[in-house]
């Protein structure tokens, strides 16, 4: 799953997006491949849970916020990013969509988080890939649930992104540590 949301990440630039709705996101080499999509110029759009809730129990933002700080930082907001509003249940889509400008895309999803425990092999997942055109039925319905979600079409779905904004240093201390040794439930 690593290997090849790597390798649909990169060398994307102008023209090309890469729209994504995300339960965790942490793992290192995605957020890199991340932030040089946006450097290139592709548009990178991602939905993410705020990572404040758990089965019933208040969280503290870890990863998701120290996290999608650093996106946006090391960007320069060319990553943009929205909170899915939860209020007390879990936005646990597991989305990411490539559309390249020649009308190629490749939809990857299924039960992986984009975290190290997930996409490294220590947890046993399942993703499918789609691919198709920008045009296909299974693309165009998967970029419709994003932009719903994205735009709150039909409901109240999600956040701007400083809504739940958190600079912490100790939040992306903790969740590096984390994210580096396996030490948490992500």
């Known amino acids: 799953i690593q290997d090849e949301l790597i390798r649909q990440l990169e060398g994307l630039g102008p ?7 995300l339960f965790y996101l942490s793992e290192r080499d995605i957020l890199q491949a991340l932030l040089r ?3 290139a110029e592709a548009e990178v759009k991602i939905i993410l849970d705020p990572s404040k809730d758990a089965f019933g129990r208040e969280k503290n933002g870890i990863p998701n916020q120290p996290v999608a700080y650093e ?3 090391k ?3 060319k990553i943009k990013i929205r909170w899915y509003h939860t209020h007390g249940e879990q936005f646990h889509t597991k989305l990411t969509l490539v559309e390249k400008q020649n009308g190629t895309a490749v939809a ?3 039960s992986a988080n984009l975290t190290r425990k997930n ?4 947890n046993l997942e399942l993703d499918v890939k789609i691919l ?3 045009s296909s039925e299974v693309i165009q319905e998967i970029k419709q649930y994003h932009d719903r979600v994205w735009h709150n079409k039909g409901g109240h779905y999600t956040v701007d992104y400083d809504f739940y904004e958190d600079r912490s240093l100790s ?5 590096r540590l984390y994210e580096s040794t396996g030490i948490s439930t992500f």
Do not use: C, P, W
Not at 171 to 175: A, I, P, R, S
């Open 71 to 73: 996106l946006m930082k």
């Open 37 to 39: 999509a946006a450097q």
């Open 15 to 21: 023209g090309d997006r890469v729209l994504m709705a």
């Open 171 to 175: 939040k992306t201390f903790f969740y």
């Open 108 to 110: 990857v999803l299924g």
């Open 75 to 77: 960007s320069h907001g």
């Open 132 to 134: 198709g055109t920008s």
């Open 119 to 122: 996409i490294e092999n220590f």
